[in-house]
């Protein structure tokens, strides 16, 4: 069965029957709109240089990478954040931040102290548990202050110990609603954009350089998202030596500019 409408002019739409009339289907997809700017506009803010986490104090090992000529342009960083996104520090912690979303958005308090408890313990070094809690703790500051939501204010009531960066955002984002897909992607591209960042200081890059380098990354930051989005807890893992003996030996280096 079918409604004919014939009052608006020049035009005859035809609603079948069930179908939501047009203003409503209109009102739907005006709010979806509405809801995909506020999620835009607070990743954008969240994940900005410009966000006071201090995210531009560290790189993560790559100081002492450079210092020791493992990195000297732009296709050595290139490769080395290719290892990172693919079987390192970044496969991780997107894996850390779709679950400890899924675990808000389902209820699990459980499973979010886990993943919290986990996401702090599982850095190679002093200084990488030093980066990621740190960052961690001074997101959580700023966006209770500026954009609270209760999602961060249960994982405060629940978890009392140090909440890794990726977690931290991750509640962040699944307390205000930020579909998850592309809360991972923002995420993961704004670490990414800071390793390119602290190579461009280090090696040194020009800006032109670095950002070409960001587009030819584009492709290995959405196969890590893919894979985090897929994964579980169980698969977790690392096979970048390297990086986390440069995090390791940054430790101990004698000029550095960065904190990791």
């Keep these: 069965m079918a409604t004919t409408i014939t009052s608006i002019p020049a035009m005859t739409v035809t609603i079948m029957a069930g179908e939501k009339p047009i203003a409503a289907r209109r009102a739907v997809l005006t709010h979806e709109a509405v809801a995909s700017q506020a999620a835009t506009y607070r990743l954008m803010t969240w994940l900005s240089p410009a966000y006071p986490v201090g995210a531009f104090s560290y790189s993560s090992g790559i100081e002492w990478a450079v ?36 675990a808000v958005t389902g209820g699990n308090d459980v499973a979010l102290v886990e993943i919290a408890e986990l996401a702090a313990a599982f850095v190679p070094t002093r200084e990488r548990h030093l980066e990621t809690v740190s960052l ?14 209760p999602a961060l204010e249960k994982l405060q009531d629940l978890w009392h110990g140090p909440v ?35 190579g461009l200081r280090l090696i ?7 950002q070409n ?42 000029t550095r500019l960065f904190r990791s």
Excluded: K, M
Aim: proline letters at 4%; aromatic letters at 8%.
């Design 136 to 149: 961690g703790r001074a997101f959580i500051d700023v966006t209770r202050a500026a954009w609270p939501c």
């Design 164 to 198: 890794a960066y990726p977690v931290a955002v991750g509640v962040a984002c699944a307390g205000h609603d930020i579909p998850l897909a592309p809360a991972a992607h923002a995420f993961l591209t704004a670490l990414t954009a800071n390793w390119v960042s602290a």
């Design 213 to 254: 380098l960001l587009r030819t990354l584009e492709p290995a930051v959405t196969r890590a998202v893919r894979r985090a989005l897929d994964a579980s807890l169980d698969d977790l893992g690392s096979a970048t030596l390297r990086a986390d003996l440069a995090s390791a030996r940054h430790e101990s280096q004698y």
């Design 204 to 210: 040194p890059l020009g800006h032109t350089e670095s």
């Design 67 to 102: 210092e020791a000529g493992d990195i000297a342009c732009a296709t050595t960083l290139r490769h080395w954040l290719e290892a990172i996104l693919s079987d390192g520090a970044g496969i991780n912690d997107g894996i850390f931040f779709a679950q400890a979303y899924r």
